[in-house]
């Protein structure tokens, strides 16, 4: 009998077997390694940027004493190319009177009246430029304001109105520690993924890892320009002379923020073109040898297409169905509509019972499209069409429409797990009408052969074999 040192030495050795088989499989997975490693790290910077700039603001607010800024949200417009900013105790599309209160107009005659109450604290430094990196600690709040301490031991204020102004870079940058934390994530995701494609020579894997990485690409170069367009908000509400704060609180954020998303975007780039390049020989290998033993008909590799589809959209359904599930319930729990949603009890039951069918949902659709089961599928389907209505009735909540429209990063894992989803169920649906028109015969037949090491040369061949599309 082996014991456990011998079974993990001989499970170690098929993984290098597995990984060194082609000179392509082992360049995939050094490149998925490579790029999970590095890609992490970058991830993990952003984040404690992000963490820590969060926490800044925070420190700030919190300390102003103001238990309102606590209840209510920021809400920034742009009428006429003019930055209004207002504090909100609800959404306010849709109220019957207006929940909210402006903070400042810029650009506003009543800009005055902020001028002469809220920014000149005791000390008159309205035009001194704060660098946080001096501030030693937050010594609380007056009247005026906050109070901080610098290194040399003198006193800033910040007024009441720029504390509430504050509230809005808060909100951002809060949002933006959520999103680099799932983007860690998915770099881990990305990886097993990959590395279970080449364990176990699957065509949907890869296809998912390569679909993912199209998606990562597209979001850091967007991530760069939405970046320099919040620097450009943050001018208008803190920095610039009319404003209540006139202060530079955030004076190597934005800097420092760029400087780890370019080198984001040439990694998911680079790692984007190589590993398109290595997954179409991996996917040409694997389609090749998927039928090696025994030729299908056309009507089958069209019906087989379906089956690698369906396949393909539960393995992304996986991380975006609940990248957006998480984002969305921990909105409800930390974010700022918690404070002013009045049907969270409803959102959490749709989150827990999608997070508890999801894998057996799913299982159940591997083994229907699999063994053609017609029973098991039209649970498969009748779950999918379910979770359809069921988030798709979610944009009637006025607050989870807010936060579609408010936050990007939200907006784009909701739009990509709804078309994964519809399209899951689409392919379903055709799989399920060629039910028993000849795929589990075949698959079955090649599994059978495959595993008595039949060889391919002394069977003979369908007249009608027809190659892989596209090999």
């Given amino acids: 009998m082996l014991s456990i040192a011998d079974r993990v030495w001989i499970n170690i050795r098929q993984v290098y077997t597995r990984v060194t088989l082609t000179r392509f499989t082992f360049a995939f997975f050094l490149l998925g390694f490579t790029h999970c490693f590095a890609q992490g790290i970058i991830q993990a910077f952003l984040f404690s940027v992000d963490d820590n700039a969060a926490s800044f603001v925070s420190s700030i607010i919190q300390q102003a004493n103001a238990s309102s800024y606590q209840r209510e949200f920021a809400y920034l417009t742009r009428p006429n190319g003019e930055y209004h900013l207002s504090l909100c105790s609800h959404i306010p599309r849709g109220a019957t009177q207006n929940p909210c209160q402006p903070v400042y107009p810029v650009g506003d005659s009543n800009m005055t009246e902020y001028s ?14 704060m660098d946080p990196t001096d501030v030693v600690s937050i010594a609380g709040s007056n009247s005026s304001g906050v109070i901080l301490m610098k290194v040399d031991g003198t006193e800033v204020i910040l007024s009441q109105t720029c504390v509430m102004t504050l509230v809005y870079p808060s909100q951002v940058i809060n949002n933006s520690r959520r999103e680099d934390l799932a983007l860690l994530i998915s770099q881990f995701w990305l990886f097993s993924i ?36 919040i620097k450009e908000r943050f001018q208008h509400l803190i ?7 006139h202060r530079q609180l955030f004076p190597t954020y934005f800097s420092t923020r760029i400087s780890f998303q370019i080198p984001d975007l040439v990694l ?10 290595l997954a179409w020989h991996l996917v040409k290998d694997y389609a090749s040898h998927s039928f090696k033993r025994v030729g299908p008909p056309a009507a089958i590799v069209r019906i087989y297409g ?3 589809a369906v396949f393909v959209c539960m393995q992304l359904l996986v991380f975006f169905l609940s990248a957006a599930m998480g984002l969305w319930v921990d909105q409800l729990f930390n974010g700022d509509i918690a404070r002013i949603s009045s049907h969270t009890t409803i959102y959490e039951g749709l989150f827990l019972f999608t997070t508890i069918i999801l894998i057996p949902w799913l299982t159940m659709g ?8 017609k029973s098991l599928m039209a649970g498969f389907l009748s779950l999918a069409f379910t979770l359809i209505v069921c988030w798709a009735v979610m944009f009637y909540s006025l607050v989870y429409r807010w936060t579609f429209i408010q936050w990007p990063f939200f907006a784009c ?11 899951c169920f689409g392919f379903g649906v055709i799989c399920w009408l060629n039910f028993n028109k000849g795929l589990k015969h075949w698959l079955y037949v090649e599994d059978v052969l495959a595993k008595s090491d039949f060889e391919p040369e002394v069977f003979p061949h369908d007249v009608e074999k027809v190659p892989f599309p596209g090999y």
């Fill in 239 to 245: 920095i610039d002379t009319e404003t209540p704060c």
């Fill in 413 to 423: 894992m909701t739009v990509s797990s709804f078309i994964v989803l519809i399209a």
């Fill in 306 to 308: 379906f089956f690698l």
């Fill in 194 to 229: 990959s590395y279970f494609g080449l364990m176990h020579d699957s065509i949907p894997h890869i296809l998912a890892a390569i679909s993912t990485r199209v998606l990562a690409t597209g979001w850091s170069a967007y991530s760069i320009w939405r970046t320099t367009n």
């Fill in 366 to 373: 591997w083994y229907s499209v699999r063994l053609e089961k």
């Fill in 268 to 277: 998911n780039v680079t790692a984007l073109v190589f590993s398109s390049y």
């Fill in 116 to 129: 002469s109450v809220d920014l000149v604290g005791p000390d008159q430094t309205i035009t001194t430029i």
